[in-house]
């Protein structure tokens, strides 16, 4: 038990879940027999998210969004990538600064420019989100390739290797495993974003919208299902990118202190 | 004494000086490493270098790596005295970097792909896993390898793809007695593999690498006929030390002879000044 209060402790496997375990329960207890006056009931949550799975077809819902945020994220993935890489030539740099401070664009005024140039709805909300999470991904891989240090760099050319075989193998080989963990922090951006950009564009729906409308008729406990919904669907997409991580580049958890 | 001649030069340092900014790190370095030669034997070359840190070593050794260009002079290098490019001076630096994302045997394959065809690449590559006893770590990341096996493993990586030049920074900085003795063996086995071998130490470590050479290179500043210093660190002429001609290279233990002691303690004297 002491184990659990003493800094950097790494207490027995067992011993950690069941204390997860029992935080969690302690909370569930808390929301069922303490009911807070602004949250609703643990069992009316509950009944909301069975109503809205059986007729209002969250899975669906919740299907299409996930896919839009997927295409989106492969897009932008590539599309950052390539211009974080691109920054290795000088001619570049100011592509990736730019993309990078365009962070700071609100998504309202991007929607509206984006309206006047696209012509289907589908096409917006795609653009809009690409950009998005293209300019947010540009920030956190340009920040990988600078952690490139003068030793990698020189290690790659002792052994003979040309400018470009250099960078290849030291920073896109050498980094692709923490490209992906900029990939797996950002991809919580899309989500925020998606539920907006889904109530711009409804004719699509989308969980966003699913959300909006519970939103307007103050249905509070549908709120808080939906909320819960996209929080499991972020938690398994963490994990099963943990997973990718583990498979792919089964070296880069050595490194990290654990 | 051992008999030993001469032949053609292997590594010349002509003129190099180098500044940043202004500021001069280096000023005009002349030296040479020739290859000698022992009847009946292959017998490379060790080069010891030493410096006061900050002298610009680490400058130094960029270059003769040609990883950086001098501001004047240049580094030649192989029989044939051509001048340095990157790749051609094998350069094992401090921290021994690998590429993580590769596994061992994926490290010391891409490094003999570089020189060898693919069959001969993999043959090569299985002869030095075997020779720096790394075979059993085949399969293992550079994260999951021990100090001495990683530095193993990075001496072995520029041996599969450098000619015959290679450059050690602090080998032994951080090892323990038994490890050091590894390392001493590793060197001693490069430098008998091929005649034309030459290992440059850089080292804080005097008596262990003094005890290795056969030639001294001693990194200081000069000073000019008022007693002044001039800026930039050089290589004086006789801060150049032949050690086969003071009959103490390649004694099977020096570092027990009285001779050798009092060297040492000279050559300390000389960098404190
Ligand atoms: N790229 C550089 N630009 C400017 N100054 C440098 C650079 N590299 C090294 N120096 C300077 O050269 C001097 C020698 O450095 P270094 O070779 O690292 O010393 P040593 O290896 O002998 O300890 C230091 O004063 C350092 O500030």
Known sequence: ?258 | MTPYFYKAPVLTLEGISMTFEGEVILRDINAQVLDVCRPDMNQGQVVGFYGRSGMGKSVLCRILAGLMAPTTGRVLVGEQQEPVTPGAVGFVQQRYPLFNHRTLHDNLLVAASRKYAPEEAQQQTETYLERFQLTAHRKKYPAHLSGGQRQRAAIAQQLLCSDHLILLDEPFSGLDVAMIGEVKKIILEVTTMDELNTVVIVSHDIATTTALCDRLWLLGYERDTNGQLIPGATITADHQYNLAEMGLAWHENVEAEPEFARFVEHIKDEIRM
């Open chain 1, 1 to 258: 038990m002491k184990e659990l209060f003493s800094p950097n402790a790494r207490p027995r496997r067992v011993v950690f879940t069941t204390m997860v375990a029992a935080q969690i329960m302690l909370l569930l207890l808390l929301w069922a027999f303490y009911p807070m006056q602004m949250l609703p009931s643990l069992g009316a949550v509950l009944r909301a998210l069975s109503e809205l799975t059986t007729s209002q077809g969250l899975i669906p819902e919740l299907w299409a969004s996930m896919t839009t945020a997927l295409q989106s994220l492969a897009v932008a993935t590539g599309l950052a990538l390539l211009i974080s890489y691109l920054t290795a030539l000088p001619f570049f740099r100011p592509i990736a600064y730019a993309a990078s401070k365009m962070r700071y664009l609100t998504l309202t005024g991007l929607t509206f420019f984006m309206a006047i140039l696209l012509s289907s709805g589908h096409e917006v909300k795609l653009t809009v989100l690409i950009f998005a999470t293209t300019v947010y991904l540009v920030t956190g891989m340009t920040s990988v390739i600078l952690t490139t240090t003068q030793e990698e760099m020189d290690h790659a050319r002792t052994l003979g290797m040309s400018e470009w075989r250099s960078f290849w193998e030291v920073v896109v080989l050498g980094k692709l495993d923490d490209m992906l963990e900029v990939v797996r922090q950002n991809f919580a951006i899309i989500w925020t974003m998606i539920t907006l950009v889904e109530t711009l564009y409804q004719s699509e729906g989308g969980i966003g919208l699913l959300l909006y409308k519970q939103n307007r008729y103050l249905h509070l406990d549908g709120v808080v299902a939906i909320q819960l919904v996209i929080l499991a669907t972020g938690a398994l997409q963490d994990y099963l990118f943990g997973l990718l991580r583990r498979v792919f580049f089964p070296y880069s958890e050595l490194t990290t202190a654990r």
